[in-house]
């Protein structure tokens, strides 16, 4: 659709695109736009995003559980990990277990300075 001093398009059907004049002049416009896709905000040769916060809320923690899997990955690649092999034992303990051992070491690196 073509507005006033910008094209507002889909981009590859993730979000609108903008510019920051229409953008303060269509303000409430935009913000419904949010609430379904992100809209990428030009100001000369920045860009901004504008998102509502429940998409940005689990963006975030798609990347911190991304992060977390890509450190096991490589704890498990270097030999950093230990097999854990109780049956008998309830997974709450085991974790509880594995919790205090790598805040052990953690503390050990703090205190050593590594």
């Known amino acids: 659709m073509r507005t006033q001093s910008c094209t ?24 419904d736009l949010a609430i379904k896709k992100p809209v990428s905000i030009a100001r000369g040769n920045d860009r901004f ?9 689990q963006l975030k923690e798609e990347i ?3 992060q977390r899997n890509l ?3 490589l ?6 990990s230990e097999t854990i092999n109780h ?7 085991i974790f509880k277990d594995v919790s ?9 690196k703090k205190a050593t300075g590594e």
């Open 100 to 108: 205090a051992k790598i805040k052990k070491k953690h503390n050990l």
């Open 75 to 80: 704890d498990v690649r270097s030999g950093q």
């Open 49 to 57: 995003v504008l998102m509502n916060e429940e998409q940005y809320t």
């Open 87 to 93: 049956p008998d034992k309830h997974f709450s303990t």
């Open 8 to 31: 507002l398009c889909l981009n590859e059907g993730v979000h609108m695109n903008t510019n920051s004049r229409t953008f303060r002049t269509k303000l409430s416009e935009f913000f």
């Open 64 to 66: 911190l559980s991304l």
């Open 71 to 73: 450190i096991s990955m």
